[in-house]
Structure formats: structure tokens, C-alpha cells
């Protein structure tokens, strides 16, 4: 004997209905997402253009100065010192962490390709936490690895549908068909 379920039609066709609590969640991660991307689009922001706070007006990108010579060439310390420094100043380098800041907080903000964000963030993330090992206030642990972990619970929830445009991005015909894409 087989059980059988039972559907009504008000079951299959009734769209779910939010809690407060549900939707309050969204907004918590939607502000996250947010918050994080300005994060990384403040970073880019003040290398290129040398705002003053992280980065002097004569060391903007813009003025000839390099985004990543005065960190990997300077603060870096532990086993990966050696790779950091080598790297230190090349444009390949600079160009691929300054289209990476950049990219990666866009996307954030609009809540577009949150995914390829989360990855792309989430490496670059982990590597600048390989450059100072280990961290200076813990044995392991520190901020970047904590927005990393952030970036994937962004992706993981859809974070770009509340307060951004993911709904919108998810319909176009390329994501549809390359769902990472979102």
C-alpha cells in the first residue's frame, strides 16, 4: 500500500507568504552586501584617484603610482613575503587588483553577479591574508577572512534581489543560461 499526497490547488498555487522575520533577514544581508561593497569600491576609489585617506594625492594610479608596490612591497611579512614582494608594482599586478576592486564592489552595490563577486572577492580576500601571516592580532584569524565568509553567505542567499537589482540580472537570457553567472 502507497501513501498518497493529497494537493489542492490553493497548495501548489499560493505563493509563500514572508515573515517578519524572513524578510528582515533580506534586508540585514542586502545591507551587508552593500555595506561590503563599498567596502571594495572605497578601496578602489582611493587608489586611483589618491583621496587622502589610505593613499596620498602624488601615489594616486592615475598620478603614476602604484596600487599594490607600497603594501606587497612593504608590510608584507610570513612565508609569502618572498612572492609578494617579487609581485610587487607589476602592472599585470596592479591592474588585476584594481579591476578587481572595482568589479567586485559594483557588483555588490547593484547586487548584480553576486556570485562571480563572492568568488572573485573571496580570493583576492584570502591572498591579502597570506601576505601578512600570520595576522597581527591573532594566530590565524582576521578581518579578511571574516569578509570572505561574509562574501560567500552573500551568494549563497541571493543577497542582490533586496535592494538591488539580482531579480532584474537573473531574467537577462546570458544568466539564464550560465546560472553562475548570477
Same mark, same amino acid.
Given at each position: 500500500?502507497?501513501?498518497?499526497?493529497?494537493?489542492?490547488?490553493?497548495?501548489?498555487?499560493?505563493?509563500?507568504?514572508?515573515?517578519?522575520?524572513?524578510?528582515?533577514?533580506?534586508?540585514?544581508?542586502? *545591507?551587508? @552586501? !552593500? &555595506?561590503?561593497?563599498?567596502?571594495? =569600491?572605497?578601496?578602489? $576609489?582611493?587608489?586611483?584617484?589618491? %583621496?587622502?585617506? /589610505?593613499?596620498?594625492?602624488?601615489?594616486?594610479?592615475?598620478?603614476?603610482?602604484?596600487?599594490?608596490?607600497?603594501?606587497?612591497?612593504?608590510?608584507?611579512?610570513?612565508?609569502?613575503?618572498?612572492?609578494?614582494?617579487?609581485?610587487?608594482?607589476?602592472?599585470?599586478?596592479?591592474?588585476?587588483?584594481?579591476?578587481?576592486?572595482?568589479?567586485?564592489?559594483?557588483?555588490?552595490?547593484?547586487?548584480? *553577479?553576486? @556570485? !562571480? &563577486?563572492?568568488?572573485?572577492?573571496? =580570493?583576492?580576500?584570502? $591572498?591579502?591574508?597570506?601576505?601578512? %601571516?600570520?595576522? /597581527?592580532?591573532?594566530?590565524?584569524?582576521?578581518?579578511?577572512?571574516?569578509?570572505?565568509?561574509?562574501?560567500?553567505?552573500?551568494?549563497?542567499?541571493?543577497?542582490?534581489?533586496?535592494?538591488?537589482?539580482?531579480?532584474?540580472?537573473?531574467?537577462?537570457?546570458?544568466?539564464?543560461?550560465?546560472?553562475?553567472?548570477?
Amino acid at each position: 500500500m502507497t501513501a498518497t499526497i493529497e494537493r489542492t490547488p490553493a497548495a501548489t498555487n499560493a505563493p509563500a507568504v514572508e515573515t517578519p522575520r524572513q524578510k528582515a533577514t533580506r534586508y540585514v544581508w542586502a *545591507g551587508l @552586501r !552593500i &555595506a561590503l561593497g563599498w567596502i571594495f =569600491l572605497w578601496a578602489f $576609489l582611493d587608489k586611483m584617484f589618491g %583621496l587622502g585617506h /589610505e593613499t596620498p594625492t602624488k601615489n594616486a594610479w592615475i598620478n603614476g603610482g602604484s596600487p599594490t608596490k607600497g603594501f606587497l612591497g612593504n608590510a608584507v611579512a610570513g612565508p609569502f613575503a618572498g612572492v609578494y614582494h617579487d609581485i610587487a608594482g607589476a602592472a599585470w599586478a596592479d591592474w588585476l587588483f584594481m579591476l578587481g576592486l572595482l568589479g567586485i564592489g559594483v557588483a555588490l552595490l547593484l547586487g548584480v *553577479g553576486t @556570485r !562571480i &563577486a563572492a568568488v572573485a572577492g573571496g =580570493l583576492l580576500l584570502v $591572498l591579502m591574508w597570506t601576505a601578512v %601571516l600570520p595576522p /597581527e592580532n591573532n594566530p590565524f584569524m582576521d578581518d579578511h577572512l571574516i569578509y570572505a565568509g561574509l562574501l560567500a553567505g552573500l551568494a549563497l542567499v541571493g543577497a542582490g534581489n533586496t535592494l538591488g537589482l539580482g531579480r532584474a540580472w537573473a531574467k537577462l537570457p546570458l544568466v539564464q543560461r550560465l546560472p553562475w553567472l548570477k
